[in-house]
């Protein structure tokens, strides 16, 4: 299970690749440390209400509290303003998770048959998609909403000294 980090970062540039009522989906963010060193996130998933609350502004330093869903996926949870309070919102982050028990389930249910019409225009090389549809359902349904649980971010804000009310 992915551990919540904790990093001094400003954003310098972003792409919006998805975005709902919940939360949006950005790719290719470009960030800089405090020691200058300028490196990548290949998707970061954010709440709405982090995004509006300030936590991807340009050019301003910002301390994000984070999970990685894969190498280069975060999960954005917390951020600090430069002010010292911390903005999250744990009741969002429930009803994401939620949803990706959805996703896994669509997963799951569509790994047979794509990897059956694979197999067909492909001789049979496409049933090797069915064990790979069942791994991303098994991470949608299972890995992730644990990782997101209310409980679980409590405790992990609590280890970097936040309490949450």
Partial sequence: MSDLKKLTLTVKNFNLQASSELDALYSQVRCEDAQGKT???????????????????????????????????????????????????????????RSSVLKGIVYALAAVPAGIIVATATYGAGLLLIPMFLYGSYKCAFKFPKMLRRQTLINDLAQHGIVVK
């Fill in 39 to 97: 490196f990548h996130f290949k998707q970061v998933v954010m709440l709405q209400y982090l995004s509006r609350h300030g936590a991807m502004v340009t050019d301003t330093p910002r301390t994000w509290y984070y999970k990685h869903l894969s190498k280069k996926a975060i999960v954005l949870v917390a951020f600090e303003k430069n002010n010292g309070k911390v903005e999250y919102d744990l009741d969002h982050m429930k009803a994401t998770a």
